[in-house]
């Protein structure tokens, strides 16, 4: 059983390309042993921001749900719309009935401006601002969802779903290897690296007037150690911790890409021992709840749930 389990496993998380290395897309001389690379996220890839072959993947072609990490192409499509970000937009009562909690400080009743709340739906994630944004889409909610569809269509996200602009159905699912795709096309619109990397945000509210602040939910943005330069992060309970990033490492852009963890900062730790291993060539282990999550939920992707013990 062991030996069926670890070979199930190895065939599962092999990368795309063993010599397609992000030193070599570099021009660079180290070129990292994805066997050394240990990860706790269930889903992950790691590639050049330029077109490029991935230098490690992990369960990269299966598709998973992505909760928050669906802003990234709410904020596409808001931008696409070329509607005013200036414009005051009446902050409405959800019509719909999410699964999952949607709490939100914002008042409904009052106002913000288009271009606030696309920032606080980027940078701390805030669900009723993206609802809010999505209604107010010519043609509604209903029309918002299907430029989002249609946008992954364009982009060759073949194994894309959305069906809310927030990220709390759990339905809204992708693979790592669409997501790649869908970072590269965010990276391109200097608003959304802008705006999804900002530390901390005060919005200005009115009718009434108030002011509430805001965070960034990627704890690495405000570290001097990092120079992260698109981040989007998600969480259900269905999804686990999800990170799409590009970071700059060794001089680089690099996209993270990273799916399906335990814990509110095991998305952060993975980062981390993906720097390590492309800068040093060896990542660190996983210890604790993490690694017994990830062991547990990569089984059960490389189809060895189901096999008999001898």
């Not at 009562?93 to 106002?111: L, M, Q, T, V, Y």
């Not at 790592?176 to 959304?192: F, H, N, S």
């Not at 570290?223 to 001089?251: F, Q």
């Not at 509110?264 to 017994?292: H, K, Q, Y």
């Amino acid at each position: 059983m062991k030996k069926i389990l670890l070979t199930a496993l190895f065939t599962a998380c092999l990368p795309l390309s063993l010599h397609g290395t992000l030193a070599a897309a570099s021009g660079a001389t180290l070129q990292p042993d994805p066997a050394r690379l240990q990860l706790a996220s269930v889903h992950a890839l790691v590639a050049p921001l330029n077109p490029g072959t991935p230098v490690y993947t992990k369960f990269a072609d299966r598709p998973a749900p992505i909760a928050s990490i669906t802003k990234l192409m709410t904020a596409m499509v808001v931008l696409d719309s070329g509607l005013p970000l200036d414009e005051w937009l009446p902050i409405v009562e959800r019509e719909d009935d999410p699964p999952k909690n949607a709490f939100s400080r914002i008042r409904p009743g009052s106002e913000a401006q288009r271009g606030d709340l696309l920032r606080i739906t980027l940078m701390s994630s805030e669900n009723l601002a993206a609802y809010v944004l999505a209604r107010h889409h010519p043609g509604g909610r209903d029309a918002f969802i299907a430029a989002m569809n249609e946008k992954a269509r364009e982009l060759g996200m073949t194994q894309t779903r959305f069906v809310d602009p927030s990220g709390l159905w759990p339905e809204n699912h992708a693979s790592a290897t669409d997501l790649l795709k869908m970072v590269r096309a965010a990276y391109a619109y200097p608003d959304i690296r802008e705006m999804s990397t900002g530390s901390n945000q005060r919005v200005h509210f009115r009718s009434p007037r108030y002011s509430l602040d805001f965070g960034n939910t990627n704890a690495l943005v405000h570290s001097s150690r990092w120079n992260v330069s698109l981040s989007k992060t998600g969480y259900l309970t269905e999804a686990g911790r999800c990170l799409v990033m590009v970071a700059d490492v060794g001089g680089e852009p690099t996209v993270m890409v990273l799916l399906d963890s335990f814990g509110s900062r095991t998305p952060l730790g993975d980062a981390g021992r993906i720097r390590g291993w492309l800068e040093t060539g060896s990542s660190g282990a996983v210890a604790g709840a993490a690694l017994e999550y990830e062991r547990s939920r990569s089984a059960a992707l490389a189809g060895v749930g189901a096999v008999a013990e001898p």
